[in-house]
């Protein structure tokens, strides 16, 4: 199975809230982003045309920011993957036959301010340190407001993380609005003409002496 096929089977499975394919997670993108009111949940799909070498930095990005993260695979990668994953992060097996549950995602412990708020824009992590009452930060640089957060006590985590899962459900729908903007662009433009290979032209056979004197002698 490959990597579309398996997010059609996920898709059906996400009640509530709303869904992000390919959200920019600290130095990669999660596949798919399931986010309510409540928690996130990151998946990352592994089809068989896959490998597991980004396995071990896909890990450490999403256990920065998601409160729960599975990883979904072909029965092909499962042995190798559950010795790279530790016992929070859950595991399905996809095949033709729908997503069996290897095992369920336990609650991610690891989640952290400064990562949890790169999912957003640095404009938006100011406003919601200004509405706490924080001063001074509405000219701070991005490294500034990281460094901010990786050292403050005046921030609960619980409060960035409810503030992160409400401004992404509300950017959904423009994000719809430009998913469909760029289908249809892509709809208007004329289909792009196969280049065609240019034939190298086949050198003629030299002729020898002897043959050129026998073909004058004929004429």
Not at 85 to 102: I, K, M
Not at 128 to 154: D, I, K, N, P, Y
Request: charged fraction near 30%; aromatic fraction near 6%; include cysteine.
């Amino acid at each position: 199975m490959n990597d579309p096929e398996i997010r059609a089977l996920l898709y059906p499975l996400l009640a509530g809230g709303v869904y992000v394919d390919e959200l920019p997670t600290g130095t990669t993108r999660a596949d798919v982003v399931h986010i309510t009111p409540a928690f996130m949940h990151g998946y990352e799909v592994k089809g068989d045309g896959d490998t597991l070498q980004r396995v071990a930095n896909q890990l450490r990005c999403y256990g920065e920011v998601y409160d729960f993260v599975t990883f979904i695979v072909t029965e092909k990668h499962l042995a190798k993957l559950l010795l790279l994953l530790p016992e929070w992060v859950g595991v399905w097996v996809a095949s033709a036959e729908g997503l069996r549950p290897h095992r369920a995602a336990g609650y991610n412990a690891t989640v952290a301010l400064a990562p949890l708020s790169r999912l957003l824009l640095l404009e938006e992590v100011k406003q919601f340190l200004m509405a706490r009452g924080l001063t001074g930060v509405s000219t701070l640089r991005s490294r500034e407001v990281g460094h901010f957060l990786r050292t403050t006590h005046l921030v609960p985590l619980s409060s960035l993380a409810q503030y992160v899962r409400d401004r992404l459900i509300a950017r959904l729908p423009e994000r719809l609005l430009l998913r469909a903007e760029r289908k249809a662009e892509r709809e208007r433009l004329p289909p792009r003409r196969k280049k065609t290979k240019r034939k190298k032209p086949v050198a003629g056979k030299k002729t020898s002496p002897k043959k050129k004197a026998e073909a004058a002698k004929a004429k």
